[in-house]
């Protein structure tokens, strides 16, 4: 609506301008000024009212296209929209998914967890008393040696082993000369051991814990050095079997005077994994005394074999030439055989002849 006004404006300005123009001719009469005016008033109205229509048009169809460009935009924008939302959704929804499982495998970590958290409870109530840890270490050293040698391998070793001067072995190894059968014994001085590595006491205190913790150890060693080294009967040599790796590792770390006393008494302190190394040479090398005995007994059936070979040859020999022979023979019959045929030939082919003759005699 401006612009319309705008222009009417405009056109005013000009038709005034026409007007002051024709009053200063003065050889027109007013009549004829008025009627031209009157004229050029319906013109300039009727291009008013088609420059008014033209610029509607063009404005409408103006707008008709921009409107269309932005439904189209709109529709774009609308399609890039629902299409990022569901993309989205996709990864939100996968997301999502991978939280839920997640949380299931946490739970379940979870409910294992709880599960081992009882069972260890329940491990430190059974180690707390002294008759449940010794059970325990022989359970242990029962499957290092069934580990190593196999289940109820009598040969090789025994569990509850009783000696000539009957103290019972928890386990016995039959080992090769000059090793010989090895005592193996297990003790768990655990209690000593929490105590020594209790928190919150004094140095003074340690020091007293540290050293009940060393006479526990050389107690349990001059036990098994006097009960488990027989002369004649068992190795010069014992093992102490420690079931728990931290009470080993402590021992070789920081109280090394125990391992030095401990081989002073022919005894050596073992873990899990020093003993199942240890046993796994003496099964080298009892697999190795085996080879050497099937060895050996190879070797004399090789040579027995080889006597038989050397009979058979001159056999086989023997034979040779006895089938020399015959096929001798054989070749003198076949020419003896021919002679004869060529023989019996001969005769009859004279035989023949003489009735011939006999009949043109006739």
Request: charged residues 30%.
């Amino acid at each position: 609506m401006n612009l319309e006004y705008i222009v009417i404006l405009l056109l005013f300005l000009i038709l005034l301008f026409i007007i002051i123009t024709f009053l200063k001719i003065k050889r027109v009469n007013e009549s004829d000024i008025f009627e031209k005016l009157l004229k050029i008033e319906t013109e300039i109205i009727k291009e008013i009212s088609d420059f008014k229509f033209d610029f509607s048009k063009i404005v409408n169809n103006d707008f008709d296209t921009l409107r269309g460009e932005i439904e189209n935009k709109l529709v774009q924008i609308n399609d890039k929209v629902n299409e990022r939302i569901d993309v989205n959704f996709e990864k939100t929804n996968k997301t999502f998914n991978n939280v839920l499982e997640r949380l299931a495998k946490i739970d379940e970590a979870q409910k294992k967890i709880d599960n081992l958290s009882n069972d260890i409870v329940s491990l430190q109530g059974i180690l707390t008393d002294k008759k449940s840890r010794g059970i325990f270490g022989e359970v242990n050293l029962k499957h290092v040696l069934s580990s190593v040698f196999g289940e109820k391998n009598d040969k090789i070793y025994r569990l509850q082993y009783t000696l000539s001067n009957k103290y019972i072995s928890d386990a016995i190894v039959f080992g090769p000369e000059p090793l010989g059968n090895i005592c193996i014994d297990s003790k768990f001085p655990l209690e000593n051991y929490r105590n020594m590595l209790e928190k919150g006491i004094t140095a003074e205190e340690r020091l007293k814990r540290e050293k009940v913790f060393r006479d526990d150890v050389k107690k349990h060693v001059d036990a098994i050095s006097e009960k488990y080294i027989i002369s004649g009967e068992t190795s010069n040599q014992a093992i102490m079997f420690l079931p728990a790796e931290a009470i080993f590792a402590e021992i070789n770390a920081y109280h090394t005077n125990l391992i030095s006393y401990a081989q002073s008494k022919n005894v050596w302190i073992s873990s899990p994994t020093t003993l199942m190394s240890l046993l796994t040479i003496i099964q080298a090398v009892l697999m190795g005394l085996e080879r050497d005995k099937y060895t050996s007994v190879i070797h004399e059936e090789l040579n027995k074999l080889g006597e038989e070979f050397g009979k058979y040859r001159l056999r086989w020999d023997k034979l040779s030439r006895n089938i020399d022979t015959v096929s001798k023979d054989v070749k003198d019959i076949h020419i003896t055989t021919e002679k004869i045929t060529k023989r019996f030939d001969s005769i009859s082919h004279v035989e023949l002849k003489n009735e011939n003759d006999n009949e043109l005699l006739k």
